[in-house]
């Protein structure tokens, strides 16, 4: 769209944003980039796995939009944005700049974020709760290479479909909802998180690392999770008032742009 015809900014208090994976073929880069210029927010907190140091390794693959999305962030941050960034489990070497500040972009462990209505949130990438998941590490190594494989095809299979007229498809997601112990994993994570709020005597938590949004208060506690932008196209956002909604940046919700602002996938009770 040409800058002269793109509609007012959202403004919003903050927004955070995770599991970007730049650097990986199935980063869904246009639609990260367009999230990113049709937004005005105080501060951006980037939750974890923006940069997937992981694929980096196995060969360089960085398309121009993926540098796109780098120097809007970074021209954000110069704008007077605050930028958080929480490295994550496929950017773990960032931790190591964890405390610093480079590029007006700030380098946290986690956060506790306060919202407009004075809810404290808890805000880390989620790699943390792991741990408290039962499970062996050769299911873990497993799902892992098994979820990298069906990602792969997924990719391939949304090539076919965009050339053929069809919105974007997520496989994984498909497979997840139907296999027993990816579910399981999920419910495991999600309880981890609530139990770690509690412990701590604050009121939600804000996380990705599953790639599964949500947005659901759990025994007491504010469980949001903005999800990924490899199947999906998911940020959780609040707004100037101070209420959380968890949004879904698709063609769809991206069109009604044009004419309103997007309706949440899901907000705050």
């Excluded at 039962?134 to 792969?152: I, P």
């Amino acid at each position: 769209m040409s800058p002269s015809l793109r509609p007012e900014p959202i403004r919003l208090r903050s927004a955070f944003l995770s599991d970007v994976h730049l650097g990986t073929r199935e980063c869904l880069a246009d639609r990260v980039l367009d999230f990113l210029h049709s937004v005005e927010v105080e501060t951006l907190y980037l939750v974890g796995d923006v940069i997937d140091l992981w694929s980096l390794r196995g060969g360089l693959y960085w398309p121009q939009s993926h540098n796109n999305i780098l120097r809007t962030i970074l021209g954000k941050a110069k704008q007077g944005t605050r930028v958080i960034y929480i490295p994550g489990n496929h950017d773990v070497l960032l931790r190591q700049f964890c405390g610093h500040t480079f590029g007006n972009i700030e380098f946290h462990r986690e956060f506790v974020h306060v919202t407009g209505r004075g809810l404290r949130m808890l805000v880390l990438h989620g790699d943390e709760f792991d741990g408290a998941v039962k499970c062996s590490r050769w299911t873990s190594t497993l799902g892992t290479h098994m979820y990298d494989f069906t990602l792969r095809i997924g990719h391939r299979l949304n090539t076919v479909r965009r050339w053929l007229g069809y919105r974007h498809w997520s496989l994984a997601t498909w497979l997840k909802s139907r296999v027993g112990l990816a579910e399981r994993y999920v419910r495991g994570f999600e309880r981890a998180a609530v139990h770690e709020v509690r412990r701590r005597e604050l009121d939600g938590v804000i996380c990705g690392h599953i790639h599964r949004p949500e947005l659901e208060t759990m025994d007491g506690v504010l469980y949001c999770n903005d999800g990924d932008w490899v199947e999906h196209c998911t940020v959780l956002v609040e707004d100037r008032g101070g209420e959380l909604e968890l949004w879904d940046w698709s063609e769809t919700a991206r069109a009604a742009l044009e004419v309103s602002a997007p309706l949440p996938l899901r907000a705050a009770a």
